[in-house]
């Protein structure tokens, strides 16, 4: 008796050394690190905190600092790099250059302000930002594509989830450096470039592609992902409002980012709650399938063996003639001979039919007008704060309210346009014409700036620009499907630089600057050499955003074309084909078991 009791000591420790890995080698795990990883990856969108600073030491006008605010969204949302990688190498790879980039892209900028580095030229602090903000692209396309590819049923709220996370990143990172640096802006700087790599780095080996079935409960646990997200949300929130009312002192803010570090690591409770289940599944299949075995062994029977027999030739042979000329029609035809010939919608386009087809132009063009125009609205909330004369404080609470509401507007977006497509065919082209609608009325508040008319502007602004990413993304994969959604997904994203440079750095920054000289002329002052350019008043932007207005109206009216033109394959059933998937691999999966066992019994 005591010589058994290390025995059973050791298979328990054995026991659970298995439960924890597979914990962490995991499908929910997996999610919870992409959580993580998304949690910091926008850090883009903590521009705002960070750009006086910029324009003040480096000595910059509104234009100069609109161009290097163009070439942070250019990295941002020119992922296609980052998708052609992920195509031919393995996602930590993706993951670890994107960290590399992060640290070294945001360190030079640190170097710069802190003036511990001479004075860069305009194009060495456009090309720092560039790299840095262009590491957002590595980790969405190793995280978030993963995640969609792991779990394409439940693609609208794995969208909508996972880009709110990025969206909720600019008040989560606004809480920690508050915790760490106290009111130091340049120290911003540092954090984003460090804490966003040191993530990626301590989840390279969790995330990767898994080939499973679909899980039965995963919606519910999504479900609760999402609910602890709503109170990371709910908690964030209230921080800003108290923040705005009052100073809190260093340690005040140490505890909220203690609160908001709890509820980052509140999904990993989830995560064991479910692999718990999934063990507790495992083990009683292991007994059940132990007892048939043993039935099998003790009564073979004639019977049992004359149909298993059938099944072998049924998934042996049929395979290989079908599949063969297929594979032999794919060789014979090449990629560039069906360019203008793609599948129909929701098959697997190659990357050129996507390219060329008019679904994706007509898409492309709506996120250009509608990305374009909420991202020069956030990217300009600094200075619009400052020009209309509001306070410090409130400035940080127009970039955590944006963050707030964009986190809202892609929980939403995704989870409502699944919901309604599911139960009512409704399409998610015409939800993004809704949300561009709403949009508008965003940019006309900022035009004429009623009283108290800049906060709400930042909620409506921060709800459509989160909106629009999970409509768009999960409209290229369901109508060009997830074989390349790595490059296909990160060249959706390119339509934000182009909008954002047309509207932002040749139309905001000209019209700012010019009305900024006009009044200096008024005055009868002239600017001094290296001197910051600033205007003050509703006139500053006021032009700009009635043009913003224009252009996104127009966007909304191009994309009812494509609610048009796919209104049939939204009334279908789009993800037939992937529980037809399942369901054959289910019946494989069976087949061969019955075969293994058959053959057991023979053998006995």
């Known amino acids: 008796m005591e010589a058994a009791r290390p025995s059973g000591g050791g298979g328990s420790l054995a026991s659970k050394k298995r439960f924890i890995t597979q914990v962490l080698t995991g499908p929910w795990f997996s999610v919870f690190a992409s959580l993580l990883i998304m949690s910091t990856a926008g850090t883009p969108y903590a521009f705002g905190l960070y750009s006086n600073v910029l324009k003040s030491v480096l000595g910059y006008d509104q234009s100069t600092l609109n161009l290097v605010s163009f070439f942070k969204d250019v990295g941002t949302n020119v992922g296609v790099p980052a998708g052609l990688i992920a195509e031919v190498t393995p996602t930590w790879f993706v993951l670890s250059l994107g960290a590399v980039m992060n640290f070294f892209g945001y360190l030079m900028i640190w170097l710069a302000v802190t003036e511990r580095m001479a004075k860069p030229h305009v194009w060495m602090m456009c090309l720092y930002i560039c790299l840095g903000a262009n590491s957002t692209a590595f980790a969405n396309t190793g995280a978030l594509v ?13 969208l909508g989830l996972l880009k709110g996370y990025v969206g909720l990143s600019g008040a989560i990172l606004t809480q920690l450096y508050h915790a760490i640096y106290g009111n130091d802006s340049k120290s911003l700087i540092l954090l984003v470039g460090w804490l966003p790599a040191a993530i990626s780095f301590a989840f390279l080996r969790t995330i990767r592609t898994m080939k499973f ?9 999504f479900y609760n992902f999402l609910y602890i997200s709503l109170g990371l949300a709910g908690f964030l929130t209230i921080m800003i409002v108290v923040q705005q009312k009052a100073t809190l002192t260093k340690s005040e803010y140490s505890g909220s980012a203690a609160t908001a570090l709890f509820l980052l690591f509140l999904p990993l409770a989830v995560v064991i709650m479910e692999e718990r289940n999934l063990w507790k599944g495992k083990k009683l299949s292991v007994n059940n399938s132990s007892k048939a075995l043993k039935i099998i062994t003790e009564k073979p029977s004639m019977e049992t063996s004359t149909e298993l027999s059938v099944p072998r030739a049924c998934f042996s042979t049929p395979e290989t003639i079908n599949l063969a000329p297929e594979r032999d029609a794919r060789k014979q035809v090449s990629c560039w001979g069906t360019i203008f010939t793609p599948p129909d919608r929701g098959e697997d386009y190659t990357i050129l039919q996507t390219l060329c087809s008019i679904d994706m132009l007509i898409l492309f063009f709506s996120a250009i007008c509608g990305v374009g125009g909420t ?13 209309l004369g509001y306070p410090a404080r409130s400035i940080s609470t127009f970039v955590s309210l944006v963050s707030i509401w964009n986190y809202l507007g892609r929980v939403v977006a995704g989870l409502v346009s699944e919901i309604l497509l599911k139960k009512y065919k409704f399409p998610r082209p015409l939800l993004l014409t809704i949300v561009l ?17 800049l906060y709400v502007a930042s909620i409506i602004i921060g709800f459509t620009f989160g909106a629009q990413w999970p409509l768009i993304f999960a409209i290229i994969s369901e109508i060009f499907g997830l074989k390349y959604y790595s490059t296909l997904y990160n060249f959706g994203s390119v339509a934000s630089p182009i909008g954002l440079y047309i509207l932002n ?14 009044q200096l002329a008024v005055l009868g002052l002239e600017r001094k050499r290296g001197e910051a350019l600033n205007c003050t008043g509703v006139d500053c932007f006021k032009l700009s955003f009635v043009i913003i207005t224009a252009v996104t109206l127009f966007g909304s009216l191009v994309s009812l074309v494509l609610v048009l033109r796919t209104r049939k394959f939204y009334k279908s059933d789009i993800y037939k084909k992937f529980r037809e998937e399942v369901r054959a691999t289910e019946e494989v999966a069976m087949a061969g078991k019955s075969l293994d066992t058959n053959g057991t019994g023979q053998n006995r």
Not at 213 to 221: D, I, K, M
Not at 375 to 387: F, K, V
Not at 439 to 450: Q, W
Request: hydrophobic content about 40%; glycine content about 10%; charged content about 20%.
């Open 146 to 158: 993963t995640c969609v590819k792991n779990f394409p049923e439940s693609r609208g709220i794995v």
């Open 213 to 221: 079935n679909r899980l039965q409960n995963e919606l519910q646990v």
């Open 505 to 518: 750095v040749r139309v905001t920054g000209h019209l700012y600057d010019r009305e900024a000289e006009k």
């Open 375 to 387: 991202l020069t609205a956030i990217d300009n909330l600094g200075q619009m704060g400052t020009s």
């Open 437 to 453: 609608l709403f949009a508008c009325a965003g940019h006309l508040l900022i035009a004429f700036n009623p009283p108290g008319g």
